[in-house]
């Protein structure tokens, strides 16, 4: 009697676990977490310093508006709050997706605030920055749109002085503020001085040539894809212009409210010119070099010095400081909740 076969028996295979969970970013990096803690709070902290430093200029800016008219103020505050709508919208035509408008808003109040601590509009550019890539949106496409509406920004403003010059041929006392060649002279060696600095990097420096490169050559499909859009060209050149307009208004309204003796397209006009000549100044928000040009420009158009200066202070409360506090909560708030 043959016997059968002996089969082995194979050993259970081993039970395989599913992997645990990753942990978190923050948990794996304390650091990162820690940081975050601390992007919250330096908004308000450089907002607390920036008063302190200025507390005699809030003090009278406050004391010189008890003194004006409160529905032109109220105005003036409108006029504000159209300001940001205007920058949501040009940013948004800066870019060819479609951005949640409720946050793009929120990013660009709190923008408002990081651009009065940081100079040449660093401030504005980081926060949009960091909300456009926290949407997904590719770095170097990001980094063009902020290049595409820092172009059209100055263009929308020039376009909109050329338009009032037209409407106002006569009225705009424009004969005093035109610069002389002591003035174009150096902006003219500036601007060519930039040129040659720009192609001397691309001609020697290696690393920077193919990023630089690659950088300008998206933000020329973009700004090409966008121009085909009329309704993101309209967003774009809109909103840009729109800016420039609202801030001009709340000059203008400020100027109202204290009896400054000035038709409103003259200081519309003095506004655009006065941030046109000195805006690319690297101070936070322009303060300082374009107070002191508007203030210039103002009492050259026959405004009492002292009421011309008291019109700025105005205008600032208005535009900075009222705004400052609020926007550095939003700014901390959109941090917190990891948005920006």
């Excluded at 106002?168 to 004969?175: D, M």
């Excluded at 420096?205 to 060209?233: E, F, I, Q, S, Y």
């Excluded at 655009?272 to 374009?290: N, R, W």
Aim: aromatic share 6%; net charge positive.
């Amino acid at each position: 009697m043959s016997s059968l076969p002996i089969v082995p028996i194979a050993p259970p295979a081993p039970t395989v676990q599913s992997p645990a969970p990753r942990a978190s970013f923050c948990a794996r990096f304390p650091v990162a977490r820690h940081a975050r803690r601390v992007l919250c709070v330096l908004p308000l902290l450089l907002i607390g310093i920036w008063a302190a430093d200025n507390w005699q200029v809030l003090h009278d800016g406050a004391w010189q508006l008890t003194t004006a008219d409160p529905g032109w103020l109220a105005i003036g505050g409108a006029f504000t709050m159209l300001c940001w709508v205007s920058a949501a919208f040009a940013r948004q035509g800066a870019i060819p997706e479609r951005l949640p408008p409720g946050l793009l808003m929120a990013s660009q109040f709190a923008a408002g605030a990081a651009n009065n601590v940081l100079p040449a509009g660093l401030g504005a550019h980081a926060v949009t920055l960091r909300f456009l890539t926290g949407r997904g949106i590719p770095l170097a496409r990001a980094t063009a749109s902020l290049a595409l509406y820092s172009l059209v920004k100055p263009v929308a403003k020039l376009l909109v002085i050329l338009v009032l010059l037209a409407t106002f041929p006569t009225s705009l006392g424009t004969t005093d503020l035109l610069p002389d060649e002591g003035t174009l002279v150096p902006v003219a060696l500036g601007v060519s001085g930039a040129v040659v600095v720009v192609t001397l990097v691309l001609a020697f420096v290696r690393p920077l040539r193919r990023p630089l490169l690659n950088g300008l050559r998206t933000a020329l499909t973009d700004a090409r894809r966008l121009h085909t859009r009329p309704v993101r060209v309209a967003a774009l050149w809109g909103g840009a212009a729109g800016f420039s307009l609202c801030q001009a208004a709340v000059l203008a309204s400020v100027g109202a409210s204290l009896g400054l003796p000035i038709a409103w397209p003259d200081v519309l006009f003095a506004y655009l010119a006065a941030s046109a000549a000195v805006g690319a100044v690297p101070a936070p928000a322009g303060i300082g070099p374009v107070d002191a040009a508007l203030v210039f420009t103002l009492a050259a158009m026959g405004a009492p010095l002292s009421l011309a200066a008291a019109t700025v202070v105005g205008f600032r409360v208005l535009t900075v400081w009222l705004p400052l506090l609020p926007g550095a909560l939003v700014l901390s708030l959109l941090v917190r909740n990891k948005v920006l």
